[in-house]
């Protein structure tokens, strides 16, 4: 929308890196509608509406990948608006050798295609790369029995990459979705190739025994496989993500569960106490129980108190152990096992 | 079915604005009998009858989009019965530039259809707008791992918001649903150029090096991809309160977790109270126990009494300590590491 | 099985009542055979076998949808074995006024049939609408932010309304698959309209400028887009229903947390109660203080004791408000507002 | 594999039951060699590896469900080892009258592929029969509002119930594919039709008017729609297993609560005994108070202690009746309300 | 990546394993480059860039399954890089005698290429075997009714088998895809029939009344359904770890509610004896109540007492038992049952 509808007076701009099949680079600022004229473009192609776009017009590939603007041509690859995208590091360390490389017979336009694609999903593996190790780690001390209760720090930090997680799913899905929608037109892999149709020369001499669209949908099969292992890769990650917090669920319940027994022995504990306490209490009370004059009575009544709280402790802790073991049929187990078996003959048949 | 089944004698009337490409608009009633004959359509293509529709009758393509009703000529745009519906606004800011704009030299029927596809898209994307925020400062405060128990009126509100972005991602796949239709067949596509058929002279002026239903396929696909953002970005939504809820879940059992903690350390403690104070209250019994002379007796009990509690109430929480440590195998979280680093050379492989 | 399968000497006779384009309605008893050889349909074309269909057959439609079993030509509609199951309203009422209406040119056959359609999409409508009120009451009271338990027999009757709702969404489903599979093939839609090849002078005369195969075409889709529209209310309200057991579970799990706070901190004031109260027990011992005589010693011991336990409860108190707020990271939230911005922009590129 | 790679001089035999269309039984053993010879069939197409298959092989029908295993010529019907598998109840009552039924004309293999194709639908639905009325009767146990827990003996079999209802989804999925495999191609359905290729007198006789291929599509898109119908209600099923899960978990989170609050408000009791019997534990202390002569006190003081601990209760009780009811805005419902009328008005449009 | 760019110099080899038809087997290192030579492939088709492909270039099949790399041939199957993958065992027992078996006429490379699909889906066999027994077991035991909190020790062990059944999932529909990309598409299954292209002498011999694609397509069908019930089985073992997990929490929660109402009815007996004893409490108090001297009294206070808090617990836990059963309307059963049967009678209708 920005680079469509300009201000009157203000022309469009594109600041242009250039890298030519022999390894120079150069880098220049040329008018839009200069650009669209030199490459016989129309203004409308040069739009990059779409955060990830892969099209042919008049023999150039216009490809945007997010911050990635380009152009190929047979005779050289133009990258857009490069500044301030970090962009910078790949577009002079690692990008002129892979257009320069020789290690397929491959007109230029393979070169600077599969060096784009190969970078874009780079990008997506790094961001993987970068989320996975937080979040197993923070799974790993999330999911640790010992733990009472949950960091809830760690948890906020969990939330924030599983939304980056789904973020890259969707990156992912959209790139695939791009590719795939080439893969199934022969037509516009056949666009692709574009030194097919414009350097009949090149084109004999490096197609000995090459048909250059299968090529080029090997390229992008490649590419198509490398994204969907990546997404395979995620959607494990999510997977465990929700294993993870069933797991933690299960922990915290667990925790809760023995600390409520504990809690309900005390209460018994207490309970007892406060019963044969009352004996005491009654016997403190400044009325005449006509036993006051005998020494025996003391000990009789402290040691009835403290016994009898004992042995009603001990009666409820017992009944509490017996309360909670219902008793259940035993034979189920066996139903688990046989099943197994079965499976087992069943997908070992042949 | 309001339109169309009338009671009889009463003549079914449209509120009509109509728009040439020169920007000229007028507004009038016409009756609907009228109107088809006009434009040479039935009646029935006029009948509206489905929430999102697009087809082309008869040289004219006949759009809603909601409460957008519209009817596209390669002369004029008519928006029909457009009153109370809000679109006051669109229709006399946005509308008319849109339809006058000579940004390309493509017929009118384009302006006139991507004016509406956008107004379309717009509204899909206002509708997230307001949503999104809501669900996200909702959603921040109650992941918020400080809170203890989680607002109550918040969670009501999110509880329309998610029913509101269930409504918008039904829109968003009727509408997505309705593009998919045309652009899976070509022959509606060539339909919807009307130019191509009605006026051949506009026609060969306006396709130097354009093919009309290429740049056609091209607007619905641009409106479609827009509407799978769309789509996504309210997919993630979903996905992130389903995380948060999760967390939230967590947080609660945390927080919970670690009062039952305190409060059974405080159920010790006064277990421990009531056992040592039964001593006191035995001898405060109206009961000789030949101790009473005795000075020191009374520090030595008494101090019995305070040291005993407090001991047993150590060996308690100490107890509880260990009881909430399970020892486990310590060598797990290395196959974790190790499973991280393998898939990483499997996706990193070429 | 029961129409088919008939114990040898009872001849299976259809109960039918016969609708005629004029508006005339008949009923009758037949024997299955005689009503074959009359319309030349065999046996087997009469089984109704499965509980949704629509197939054509030697110039008749053939319909099943649940309990209607009707059978279209060009010249009538039967509708069988219509007693006794609740059609008779539809029947008398609703049926007669829509074979006659003269709202559109085309052929009996395709009156009869959006007519039957029609009424199977009301059927569907009236079910949905028959749970769709309810289930919204009920989660509206469930989700009742100020309830601390849920009514359980609420919660019974939303479950016995989420099966018929999981039951209305299959017959929807295969609603729209019967449908689909039709519409999937031009051949079977040319045999619906049965008209243009049994009557040429009719067809001739109603297909002045309307292709037959389309309407039928369209009059299908437009049932079709219905029962989609069906079946996104439903699923959206399946969603509804998942999403407020979530905000039930949320808001039961705070109220847990609340009451447990509260719960805590009174168990803190008993212990406080507890250890002070010990003092008092042990001057209450009938052991010899030395401190009985002097007065101030009563003041001041308990005074010791109230004020002790007050100060004791007052320091947990402040240890508990501190315990469950754990410090965090503040510069989280930003992220996700950041998010939010990103997104914005990248929705709103063109 | 057993059957096909036998110890080097154990003959491969087959146990066969021969029907033939007259209604003969015969039972015999065979070599699977001669058998191969007889019906000019080679060794591999009778190995039966899938437990699922159907395939038509020069001129014979091989199909193996699960425990059955049979060929279909056109002359007769052969079940192969068919013991110990409990087939015989079927093979000796249900088999044969289906076999020489007359009530259509087609020929012996229809017959024969009908019976075996309903045999196996008869048993996924009693599969079903057995697995549903007892998950419906655990559920409907289970989700009773009145129990307090869940009886996990219960619990334990509907986990064994829900084990088997994956299992028999598995099934019905597998039985429908490999029909669906068969009804997408023409070409296999055609080969089904045995007589049509080995039987021209018959074939022209029984085809009066019947298109073979068309009869033997009728006959597995038959068995296709009755395997549907069983994979909804399993997948019903499965929902309502699913939705009384969450009920069950409400049931037992809101009785949690209920207990909870009463635990609480018993809590706060103790709390104000034990707060008002401080001060008769002061006065219990053998330190002299100065009031102990005066009657009056006696009352006075324990008049206050009950009083103030029944005040007290009573304003920690309403205190807790206020904290857990938070004002929410209450025109929240009116939202759901319209929103409900809304999709009635969007539903019902035509 | 590292076998396609070394360091300058280093020369890329590979240790090949050879096996002829007559079961001869040599081991030799070679050149890439001569490798490619002598089979005339190209360099970039011994990249092995994917974990799982299956290709034919060239009349030689190019297999990778993970560990494994293979070149098939007409004349020999050559593994490639086999050291320390763990493929000796197979390699060296199992491999020659398929390689050499007769048991059916089709040439060598459909042997090779049957034991290495085979070796694959064993080994995906394997791993589903390993980890199936382990999460059978601790589910067994997870679910176990007695427990009142969950082995957390076991719960880490069930975390990791689920992450490696993820990874299995993902394994098993990669190897499944890239069959069915095989099987979609009949020119490819042709390019894998090598010895029809390359030896006719032999391909006639062979093919007597075998169709040598047909055989292809049978064998890459037949694993790709040996496959699929892999991922089956795989499928319904993760339904049965969520359906535990839900049994899982249900079991616990019922402990909590019974320990709960435990602890509720303690409490209530804690507070009535707190209730009365305050009445103890105050006859304790060295205040005078006139009551002092009468023997009586302190049997008939005494009594009061214990006798008062008897009563008033009784009240409670009644009050409590009336309290956790509400009112449930009936007649809800029914309605069930008869869902049930409605939904029996519609299955089993023909």
């Not at 874009?120 to 923070?138: F, R, S, W």
């Not at 010992?146 to 939304?163: F, G």
């Not at 000990?299 to 259940?328: A, D, N, Q």
Request: net charge negative; glycine share 4%; proline share 5%.
């Amino acid at each position: 929308r920005m680079t469509e509808a300009p201000l009157s007076g203000v022309v469009p701009m594109f600041v242009v890196m250039k890298f030519d099949p022999e390894g120079n680079v150069t880098t220049f600022e040329k008018k839009k509608t200069e650009l669209c004229q030199e490459l016989s473009l129309q203004a409308r192609d040069l739009r990059f509406q779409h955060s990830t776009s892969l099209t042919a017009r008049n023999n150039c590939i216009i490809i945007r990948m997010e911050s990635l603007k380009a152009i190929v041509t047979p005779q050289c690859l133009l990258v857009l608006d490069f500044r301030g995208m970090g962009l910078e590091r790949w577009l002079v360390l690692e990008l002129p050798p892979q257009l320069t490389s020789q290690t397929h017979s491959l007109p230029f336009e393979f070169r600077a295609l599969e060096a784009i694609l190969q970078y874009k999903v780079n990008t997506l593996q790094a961001k993987l790369n970068e989320v996975e190790p937080i979040i197993l780690d923070i799974l790993e001390s999330l999911v640790d029995p010992k733990i009472l209760s949950a960091d809830r720090s760690k948890l906020h930090i969990l939330l924030q990459n599983s939304k980056s997680l789904s973020e890259l799913e969707t990156d992912i899905k959209v790139f695939k979705d791009s590719l795939l929608k080439i893969l199934d037109e022969d037509e516009i892999i056949e666009e692709l190739c574009l030194t097919k149709w414009t350097d009949p020369r090149v084109f004999e001499e490096s197609s000995l025994g090459i048909d250059h669209a299968e090529e080029m949908e090997l390229l992008l099969e490649n590419c198509y496989m490398q994204a969907e292992e990546l997404g395979n890769n995620a959607r494990e990650l999510k997977d465990l993500i929700d294993d993870s917090e069933s797991v933690i669920f299960i922990n915290l319940d667990s925790h809760r569960n023995v600390m409520m027994r504990l809690s309900l022995q005390l209460t018994m504990g207490t309970f007892s106490l406060s019963l044969f306490g009352l004996i005491g209490v009654a016997f403190g009370m400044n009325l005449e129980s006509s036993f006051e004059e005998d020494t025996r009575v003391f000990w009789l009544v402290t040691g009835f108190m403290f016994l009898g709280s004992g042995l009603i402790w001990r009666r409820l802790l017992s009944f509490l152990g017996r309360h909670l073991e219902p008793s259940v049929p035993p034979p189920i187990p066996p139903v688990w096992k046989r099943n197994l078996k079965a499976s087992d003959a069943k997908a070992g048949i042949r």
